[in-house]
């Protein structure tokens, strides 16, 4: 299917969004996140298209995120020391270290 499509509508009203979707993506985290119903599946069962209904609270609009190359390297530095810092918790060595004899 080359064209494929995710559209949310929102009703003023109830304060409701709907999502309807048919990009296998936005179904897979659609259902991660609320209660789906398929409105469209293949004879196999395989779930085509659904709709969901979501909060204000679910539904989030930015703009992407423009980093400086010092922004960059801090996140880089930040990711690398929760890694070993995981390493450590989980048993495992925090470093590889080279033998000082």
């Not at 109830?14 to 179904?27: G, L, Q, R």
């Amino acid at each position: 299917m080359a064209e494929q499509e995710t559209v949310l509508i929102y009703n003023r009203e109830t304060d409701v969004w709907t999502a309807y979707s048919n990009v296998p993506k936005h179904i897979r985290r659609l259902a991660s996140i609320v209660d789906i119903q398929p409105i469209e599946t293949r004879e196999d069962g395989e779930v085509l298209a659904v709709q969901a209904e979501l909060t204000e609270k679910q539904i989030r609009f930015a703009a992407p995120r423009q980093l400086t190359d010092e922004q960059r390297q801090a996140l880089r530095e930040r990711a690398q020391r929760m890694r070993l810092k995981r390493g450590t918790e989980e048993g495992g060595p925090a470093e590889d270290h080279e033998d000082e004899s």
